[in-house]
């Protein structure tokens, strides 16, 4: 989901997609917001305060959930085998 962001001293970045909501907050974690309608979306990043138009309209609104870090998907080579002979 492509994150824009956003003038807040609490929020970081937004993104909206298919009627859900991603918010990042300062600390870096961010949370899903389900069911969002886009003019909502709309309001929000175009309010004059984006944590005061969340607190007030979305932040207990809406069900969310926290998303999850997601997990390192590199590809883990088998031990004494040299970077170059990974992909032979």
Not at 4 to 28: E, M, P
Not at 66 to 77: A, G, I, L, S, W
Request: hydrophobic share 30%.
């Amino acid at each position: 989901m492509e994150m824009n962001a956003v003038k807040s001293s609490n929020i970081k970045a937004a993104g909206f997609d298919g009627g859900t909501l991603r918010v990042r907050f300062g600390t870096g974690t961010e949370y899903e917001y389900f069911k969002v309608k886009p003019e909502v979306f709309q309001e929000f990043m175009s309010a004059k305060s984006q944590g005061k138009y969340f607190n007030a309209n979305i932040r207990g609104k809406y069900e969310g959930a926290k998303v999850e870090e997601e997990k390192n998907d590199k590809v883990q080579r088998p031990l004494g085998m040299r970077e170059s002979d990974r992909d032979k």
